[in-house]
């Protein structure tokens, strides 16, 4: 048995599904639109609505050399995939053999395994070996298979269309109102608290050093006002991104500085919620200057987080 037909095996819904397929990085407000439309479908004729993702981007497989870093982890895009009202999500491991698959064997396993009656896609979408499986094919064989094929037009935000890409160049400009624009809601880093070297404890700013992913995203370096998860809790928080220029630095780190906390938080794990971008990141002279401008940071930072919602 191929590794997708066990994958597939794991998910026996009750009846007959609306699927959606793809990455969906950054569940932005486009695949929001989509995921939408297929539930309100599949809740029209008594179906199960469904998504098919994948754990890693087809482009590691097909692309190797393209470095592509992601908006979310599979597990956070099935979290707020499962919120919007999905009744399940399929992630799927991409690889060289599932890009060999003909686009006819893929969408049989999705009638045998995810009992499949329609399929909502994008205008740009393709599936199977050499992305054979275009709109016009997928048509062609849900005649002769016997399901249906929607497709919807891209949604447009702020005048341009939502894409992950487009949200990815927004994140590396550090325009964080634009992020919040495609995504519809702030942009976050996940990650567990390392050991750093202690400068911000000797400056009188504890911070914890945030141990991201290699493969995420990162927004531009600068300072940040953010709120920072942990367990329960919300914390206001300032977050420096960068090199720490004034120090000598030469690894890129993220640094959170929690507002009104007291505690060790080595070796748990912090989700970051990055709100506005509060300045870039600079040199200063002395370690006099860095603290004033600190404090300036924790003002404007606390401002910011009291005007926007939590």
């Known amino acids: 048995m191929m590794q997708v037909e066990e994958e597939l095996a794991r998910f026996k819904p009750e009846r007959d599904t609306v699927l959606t397929i793809g990455v969906f990085d950054g569940v932005h407000l486009g695949h929001q639109h989509l995921i939408r439309y297929v539930i309100r479908q599949a809740l029209a004729k008594d179906y199960l609505a469904g998504v098919v993702t994948f754990r890693n981007h087809p482009l590691d497989v097909l692309a190797p050399h393209q470095k592509r870093l992601r908006l979310t982890a599979v597990e956070e895009r ?12 399929v992630p799927l491991t991409f690889t060289p053999e599932l890009a060999r698959l003909p686009a006819r064997d893929f969408v049989i ?9 329609g399929l909502v896609i994008g205008p740009d979408f393709a599936l199977g070996r050499q992305r054979e499986g275009n709109v016009f094919l997928l048509r062609q ?11 919807m037009a891209p949604m447009m935000v702020g005048g341009e269309i939502a894409s992950s890409t487009r949200t990815r160049e927004a994140l590396a400009q550090g325009d964080m109102p634009k992020v919040r624009q495609l995504l ?47 367990g329960n809790e919300v914390y206001p928080a300032v977050t420096n991104i960068g090199m720490r220029p004034t120090f000598g ?50 003002e404007e930072a606390r401002a910011i987080l009291g005007r926007s919602e939590p």
């Open 78 to 89: 099935t979290r707020l995939m499962l919120a919007l009202g999905m009744n399940f999500v």
């Open 184 to 230: 519809g809601r702030n942009y976050t880093l996940k990650g567990s608290v390392g050991h750093g070297d202690e400068r911000g404890r000797e400056l009188g700013f504890p911070t914890a050093n945030l141990e991201v992913n290699s493969g995420q995203a990162i927004p531009a370096d600068g300072v940040y006002a953010t709120r920072a998860h942990l």
């Open 141 to 151: 064989l849900g005649k002769e298979l016997g399901f249906w094929v929607e497709v």
């Open 109 to 117: 396993l999705l009638q045998e395994k995810l009992n499949m009656k």
């Open 249 to 298: 630095g030469t690894k890129r780190t993220v640094e959170i500085y929690l507002l009104d906390f007291q505690g060790s938080l080595y070796g748990q794990d912090l989700r970051v919620e990055l709100v506005d971008r509060l300045r870039p990141e600079k040199r200063f002279a002395n370690a006099q200057e860095l603290t004033a401008q600190i404090s300036n940071d924790i």
